[in-house]
């Protein structure tokens, strides 16, 4: 890995970085905020999943994240939404398919599979690429993330036992095999068989019998997407009958923006840090 | 004024407005954050002035500005940098120049005068449009920027003795009048009159016996801009002849960006609270 930019932030070095994907099979790339701790030793890490149309840039700019990175003495990984390049498929004309819609998953179909392996990209080869070059702690990290990017947490958390030590989301779509964005990815990465799409469908594994570690989930009211994209009362209604522990906060008047991530950004950190401490 | 936009943001309201102005006879747009206590009572007012290339949102997104504003109970007034519309003046194919670019002063020369009257719409009739729309206290005010606009905050801090409660800037620029964007705006919109230009220098008003109140300036060492363009050792130094109070801070190894900005925006919040409450 390569890196190619780093900017002094709150002590530490908000840093970005380009590598070869093995996963995806094309350049990708990542910023990873390290913390003033890691100048002097080893730190754990919380991995945040954007949204659509999102790359490493919405976070690092617009999250206020690092702050509280800073006080609590943490990296930040901020990993793209989608394989990239000329050479991968794409539909241009649709910001929620293709290039910025990866959905974190390991797609099936051609011309996708080629590239589109986001979940072991996440899961594997970016932590094994970042642990052996960066002053990260070995496999000690928790995992959040934003809309697509609040769905890439929460299955990674369930399909994943012990490889994250916590689980939060902001506005993800809890059950995406019941919402249009979902459908629409779900058939073209994966194809016809539904029992594959269940495989990457928070809601569908909690029913399915994974158990969550405890979660924590913040959902604006005023959230345009709400009633449609992301349906958390499917999730939380899935986890109350697998008798799981989950926390949802119905935050009111807020919206689906990074404005939102932004006011509660920081309690969220929080809880990420006690469970990355003990 | 009218309401154009309302965002939900750490409690308060991100709100954008437009109205036609007097001033600059153009519709201009802005946005003001108002913390949660202005639900219930009115507040004091920061009036944040952006760089070069900047609109009303990139500090509104990026500096992380709103959480400490909830905090202290006071409201972000985020102007725009120019006049804007298709009957502006502008120069398209430059950054440092026409819109985007006001230099916050009052042009004198066609056919720039007729709409880059930046000064007198920071300094007069935007505070009068919000005090009597918005639940701020008349004339309770403190002001702050960056770039450009940490100049556009110092001239008015030193021009208006009494209006502002306190002033401060990051990687403001100090000496217009000896850097290259400072020359070629002053002499497109001011002309060739140098007297003209030293009312809107930093430097030069302290050095003509203008007083500031107390003022704080965070500076990054590695700023790309700092050799050239910023020259905040000019302002010190009329500030040591002048025998007036300053406090400027190398901050070492940042940059010019915003995550500087949102290093130490929370220090100056703080600051500009200290000067609001007395």
Same mark, same amino acid.
Not at 2 to 10: A, C, P
Not at 118 to 145: C, F, Q, R, T, W
């Given at each position: 890995?390569?890196?190619?930019?780093?900017?002094?932030?709150?002590?530490?070095?908000?840093?970005?970085?380009?590598?070869?994907?093995?996963?995806?099979?094309?350049?990708?790339?990542?910023?990873?905020?390290?913390?003033?701790?890691?100048?002097?030793?080893?730190?754990?890490?919380?991995?945040?999943?954007?949204?659509?149309?999102?790359?490493?840039?919405?976070?690092?700019?617009?999250?206020?994240?690092?702050?509280?990175?800073?006080?609590?003495?943490?990296?930040?990984?901020?990993?793209?939404?989608?394989?990239?390049?000329?050479?991968?498929?794409?539909?241009?004309?649709?910001?929620?398919?293709? !290039?910025?819609?990866?959905?974190?998953?390991? #797609? *099936?179909?051609?011309?996708? $599979?080629? +590239?589109?392996? &986001?979940?072991?990209? @996440?899961?594997?080869?970016?932590?094994?690429?970042?642990?052996?070059?960066?002053?990260?702690?070995?496999?000690?990290?928790?995992?959040?993330?934003?809309?697509?990017?609040?769905?890439?947490?929460?299955?990674?958390?369930?399909?994943?036992?012990?490889?994250?030590?916590?689980?939060?989301?902001?506005?993800?779509?809890?059950?995406?095999?019941?919402?249009?964005?979902?459908?629409?990815?779900?058939?073209?990465?994966?194809?016809?068989? !539904?029992?594959?799409?269940?495989?990457?469908? #928070? *809601?569908?594994?909690?029913? $399915?019998? +994974?158990?969550? &570690?405890?979660?924590? @989930?913040?959902?604006?009211?005023?959230?345009?997407?709400?009633?449609?994209?992301?349906?958390?009362?499917?999730?939380?209604?899935?986890?109350?009958?697998?008798?799981?522990?989950?926390?949802?906060?119905?935050?009111?008047?807020?919206?689906?923006?990074?404005?939102?991530?932004?006011?509660?950004?920081?309690?969220?950190?929080?809880?990420?840090?006690?469970?990355?401490?003990?």
């Amino acid at each position: 890995m390569k890196q190619i930019e780093s900017v002094k932030e709150f002590g530490g070095w908000l840093n970005r970085y380009e590598h070869e994907s093995t996963s995806c099979h094309c350049k990708m790339t990542f910023s990873v905020y390290l913390p003033p701790q890691a100048a002097t030793e080893k730190v754990p890490a919380l991995y945040w999943l954007s949204g659509l149309t999102c790359t490493d840039d919405n976070v690092r700019t617009k999250a206020g994240a690092q702050r509280y990175a800073a006080e609590l003495g943490f990296a930040l990984v901020m990993p793209d939404t989608s394989p990239r390049g000329d050479a991968v498929a794409d539909i241009p004309e649709r910001y929620d398919l293709g !290039k910025g819609a990866g959905f974190y998953l390991n #797609a *099936t179909q051609a011309p996708w $599979a080629q +590239h589109y392996q &986001m979940y072991d990209y @996440i899961n594997v080869e970016l932590p094994e690429l970042i642990e052996a070059h960066l002053p990260l702690v070995p496999g000690l990290k928790s995992i959040s993330g934003h809309s697509m990017g609040g769905h890439g947490a929460l299955i990674c958390a369930l399909k994943e036992p012990g490889r994250y030590r916590s689980v939060s989301a902001f506005s993800p779509i809890c059950h995406p095999v019941k919402a249009p964005w979902g459908e629409v990815c779900f058939s073209t990465y994966l194809g016809d068989d !539904k029992n594959l799409w269940q495989q990457y469908d #928070a *809601t569908e594994l909690v029913k $399915a019998g +994974h158990k969550p &570690m405890p979660a924590l @989930i913040d959902q604006g009211t005023a959230d345009e997407f709400l009633a449609e994209q992301l349906l958390p009362q499917d999730f939380v209604a899935a986890c109350v009958q697998q008798g799981v522990s989950i926390q949802l906060r119905m935050q009111d008047g807020y919206d689906h923006s990074y404005h939102f991530v932004a006011s509660f950004i920081g309690e969220h950190l929080a809880y990420h840090a006690r469970a990355l401490r003990t």
